[in-house]
């Protein structure tokens, strides 16, 4: 069946380093992908979307690109912020479903 | 602003007692809302999809008398969790796709901020 798989967190990094945050889908058919953020005490929102092979989603600075050929929509920023502290989820979007992945838990300091 | 509110935001209640949880689309109807599962550190799990006019679709694995789904209209859809055992405490998420009920955009949804059962 459909699932997504993403890298555990929690994720720790200091304020204006690269983030990388890895996820892999697997799936029939071409499924759409997308990241999406939870702050602390709000709901999720979504971050970005690819909706095909090769598809560059970006947003708020932060970018994935849609690689078929590795199954994969990783996460990317070349700079991160306090603000960006929140849980990150990877989701793919089939049969009328959203996927989601278990969720990365990121924490930016000063 | 926030365009899905839940009600409660946080609840708890005893064991063997029922729990109404309250999903509201605030800017548009919506014919079509989600309630979602989320355990702790784990990912979210769809448990049903909810129907305006028309019984809840479950997920297989969910027990449909245990979690009540009610599309009262086309703004609110409910989940009562009834008999609530420890084991039910969860984070309870709804959603509704991003306009309102169409099936080609499922795949943008917008969320609440959830409601977070404790069962004692």
């Known amino acids: 069946g459909n699932s997504v798989t993403q890298m555990e967190g929690p994720v720790t990094l200091s304020e204006e380093a690269f983030l990388t945050i890895n996820c892999t889908y697997t799936a029939t058919g071409y499924p759409s992908l997308f990241w999406y953020v939870q702050y602390p005490g709000e709901g999720l929102q979504l971050l970005l979307k690819a909706t095909k092979a090769d598809d560059k989603g970006s947003n708020k600075g932060f970018e994935a690109t849609y690689r078929k050929e590795t199954t994969s929509f990783h996460l990317e920023k070349g700079s991160v912020q306090v603000s960006d502290s929140a849980v990150y989820f990877c989701?793919?979007?089939?049969?009328?479903?959203?996927?989601f992945g278990s969720g990365t838990r990121l924490s930016i300091r000063p | 602003g926030a365009v899905v509110s839940q009600h409660p935001s946080w609840v708890i209640c005893k064991s063997g007692t029922s729990v109404k949880i309250e999903c509201r689309s605030l800017d548009f109807q919506a014919t079509t809302m989600f309630w979602y599962r989320q355990f702790p550190k784990q990912s979210l799990m769809l448990m049903a999809t909810s129907n305006e006019g028309s019984k809840a679709t479950y997920e297989q694995g969910v027990e449909k008398d245990k979690f009540l789904i009610n599309h009262a209209s086309l703004t609110l859809s409910t989940l009562t969790v009834t008999s609530a055992h420890p084991e039910d405490s969860s984070f309870y998420i709804c959603s509704r796709p991003k306009l309102g009920g169409i099936g080609s955009s499922y795949n943008e949804q917008f969320f609440g901020p959830g409601t977070r059962l404790t069962v004692l």
């Open positions: 989701a793919l979007f089939s049969a009328s479903k959203i996927i």
